[in-house]
């Protein structure tokens, strides 16, 4: 273990964590947490062992000169405090443990271990791992993320997708069973990335997780230049794709089968959603109705429970969520 400032006292921490590989499309998920490490002024306060976990060969360290001396950055896995402010979040401030790293080589389950110490230490309520896949969804319409968690409980009490998942999986699926097995609540949310253009990076399936995570956590994410630079992404995939008929032809069938069978993106409940993003990034309100507010822990029964706001609120490279083929939980 290296420690690097010492861990320091959080407010209803939530742990978001990616890793670049094999759950990352686009590093789209990856890309997300740099995002809010970016925009939060993140602090880096621990970093795992590279040697207990890389294999330096598939994951080379990198030379760089300061100031004319040479230095080494490993690859690791490093974890940031992220301080949300009150005006961000309705019913008062809360702070995120930001995870961002690589896949690990080796060890696997005390590579889990390790990040849930932290999480326990720091007083952890809930972790949401992001993960993204190849899949057949066209460029032009929303990208769907999928909500997913291995908890019978939770899946009911914030109205999640519970994964039935059977297959090879990655590090995002083991943390999340490790999550499960150690009473920690933890939820997965995976974004859909075109297949026919999966280099990264992918700002708008990027944008697509942080939009999600806004609404699970209900807290107003500062997007910056990623709705820009989102649209830039899908014009220069338009213009390429205009280019090659097949391709146009390709997308155009992909549009057809998402359209017919994918109306409810355009229910009244994804509108709903989409107006109260609004109002949290207007004037940092949440929800005008339901419940909001965070997923806690009952610290007297160790149970889970919601949080509800003060009165005065106001009332597919691997494929992986639903159950399919090849990737996560």
């Known amino acids: 273990m290296i ?88 019913g008062g401030r809360r702070d995120l443990v930001l995870v961002r ?46 909500s997913v968690t291995s908890d019978e409980a939770l899946a009911r009490t914030l109205n999640l997708e519970e994964s039935r998942y059977e297959g090879p999986t990655g590090i995002v699926g083991i943390l999340q069973e490790a999550c499960a097995h150690a009473g920690v609540p933890a939820v997965s949310l995976w974004a859909s990335v075109p297949h026919y253009v999966s280099q990264p990076p ?50 155009q069938s992909l549009e057809q089968v998402r359209d017919t069978t994918e109306l409810p993106e355009a229910s009244g409940e994804a509108i709903a959603r989409e107006f109260e993003r609004y109002l949290r990034r207007r004037d940092g309100s949440g929800p005008a109705t339901g419940e909001g507010g965070s997923y806690l822990r009952d610290p007297g029964s160790g149970r889970t429970r919601r949080r509800r706001p003060p009165e005065s609120e106001g009332g597919q490279g691997p494929q992986e969520p639903g159950g399919s083929a090849d990737g996560d939980d």
């Open 202 to 251: 992918n700002p708008k399936a990027s944008l697509a997780l942080l939009n999600t995570l806004e609404d699970l956590l209900g807290v107003s994410i500062p997007l910056g230049d990623l709705p820009e630079d989102a649209r830039a992404w899908q014009i220069g995939v338009d213009q390429l794709a205009a280019e090659d008929s097949e391709v146009a032809e390709y997308v």
């Open 101 to 146: 790293g690589i896949e690990p080589s080796m060890r696997w389950r005390s590579f889990c271990n390790e990040i849930l110490g932290f999480a326990h230490e720091l007083g952890v309520e809930m972790v949401v791992v992001l993960g993204a896949l190849l899949g057949d969804t066209p460029h032009t319409r929303p990208v769907p993320v999928t």
């Open 3 to 90: 420690e690097l400032e010492g861990v320091p006292e959080l407010i209803d921490p939530v742990m978001v964590a990616a890793f670049e590989g094999w759950n990352d499309a686009g590093d789209a998920a990856s890309a997300a947490v740099a995002h809010l490490e970016r925009e939060w002024k993140g602090e880096v306060f621990a970093a795992l062992d590279a040697e207990d976990y890389y294999d330096f060969q598939v994951n080379r360290p990198h030379m760089w000169l300061d100031g004319g001396v040479r230095r080494v950055t490993w690859p690791t896995t490093r974890l940031s405090v992220a301080r949300v402010g009150a005006d961000g979040r309705p």
